[in-house]
């Protein structure tokens, strides 16, 4: 079998363009990062606004979302972004010196060929959606090892690698994140799935597989040990 990163690496050093690629990525500051986490968390427990990334085909099945949060949290103010990537465009615009579409008198400077990630995924999630820790700018050049339907050592090895960074990154903010699961959605999880089932009136079917994502987006992040560079 003829495999096209093979052919790569044949030509440049593996480990040097991981760490190059790594090096690449731009995410927000600590300083930015900690008061927007703690806004963030209030917002949730207080019943502002937050934004969460559309659920299903055209979004048809949000509401699915904002009823569980409304048994959940209490909170009545979920706003599915209009674009799915929106508010985060403009969360990690305004926290660094960095843009992705130019505007006039700005003097932040112009990214090209920079994509904005989630980098623990859970975008249904009020919490990490719109999260200062959970958004970077990656070069697109490693979308071909980041992305789900990627496969292969290549791809495996840059995503242990990947994770592992970013886990010692944001550490902290992974366990004050799981603290607040803990003591926040764990206990009272069950119970808001219920009423939104009653609430909506879905099938058993369906909301099976709802209630399957939804506890995936809810999630506590898994740690791993996996410094290899």
Same mark, same amino acid.
């Given at each position: 079998?003829?495999?096209?990163?093979?052919?790569?690496?044949?030509?440049?050093?593996?480990?040097?363009?991981?760490?190059?690629?790594?090096?690449?990525?731009? /995410?927000?500051?600590?300083?930015?990062?900690?008061?927007?986490?703690?806004?963030?968390?209030?917002?949730?427990?207080?019943?502002?606004?937050?934004?969460?990334?559309? #659920?299903?085909?055209?979004?048809?099945?949000?509401?699915? %979302?904002?009823?569980? #949060?409304?048994?959940? !949290?209490?909170?009545?103010?979920?706003?599915?972004?209009?674009?799915?990537?929106?508010? =985060?465009?403009?969360?990690?615009?305004?926290? &660094?010196? #960095?843009?992705? &579409? =130019?505007?006039?008198?700005?003097?932040?400077?112009?990214?090209?060929?920079?994509?904005?990630?989630?980098?623990?995924?859970?975008?249904?999630?009020?919490?990490?959606?719109?999260?200062?820790? $959970?958004?970077? %700018?990656? =070069?697109?050049?490693?979308? =071909?090892?980041?992305?789900?339907?990627?496969?292969?050592?290549?791809?495996? &090895?840059?995503?242990?690698?990947?994770?592992?960074?970013?886990?010692?990154? !944001?550490?902290? %903010?992974?366990?004050? /994140?799981?603290?607040?699961? &803990?003591?926040?959605?764990?206990?009272?999880?069950?119970?808001?799935?219920?009423?939104?089932?009653?609430?909506?009136?879905?099938?058993?079917?369906?909301?099976?597989? !709802?209630?399957?994502?939804?506890?995936?987006?809810?999630?506590?992040?898994?740690?791993?040990? $996996?410094?290899?560079?």
């Amino acid at each position: 079998m003829r495999d096209a990163y093979n052919k790569l690496f044949e030509k440049i050093n593996r480990e040097d363009f991981f760490k190059l690629g790594l090096d690449d990525i731009i /995410y927000i500051e600590e300083n930015e990062i900690m008061l927007q986490w703690e806004k963030l968390k209030n917002n949730v427990l207080n019943n502002k606004e937050v934004f969460i990334r559309g #659920y299903s085909r055209d979004a048809r099945k949000t509401n699915y %979302y904002i009823t569980l #949060y409304m048994f959940l !949290f209490k909170l009545e103010n979920v706003i599915k972004d209009p674009s799915n990537n929106t508010e =985060p465009t403009k969360l990690i615009a305004s926290l &660094t010196n #960095y843009i992705k &579409t =130019p505007k006039k008198k700005c003097e932040k400077e112009l990214l090209s060929n920079y994509q904005i990630s989630h980098l623990f995924g859970r975008t249904k999630n009020p919490l990490l959606f719109n999260c200062s820790w $959970n958004i970077a %700018y990656i =070069p697109k050049y490693l979308d =071909p090892f980041t992305g789900h339907e990627t496969r292969g050592e290549h791809s495996m &090895t840059f995503k242990k690698v990947f994770k592992s960074q970013i886990e010692n990154r !944001f550490l902290d %903010y992974i366990i004050d /994140y799981n603290d607040f699961i &803990t003591k926040y959605v764990e206990p009272n999880l069950q119970e808001a799935l219920d009423n939104t089932r009653r609430k909506l009136r879905i099938d058993k079917k369906e909301f099976g597989k !709802f209630e399957k994502d939804a506890r995936k987006e809810l999630s506590k992040i898994e740690l791993e040990d $996996n410094k290899l560079f």
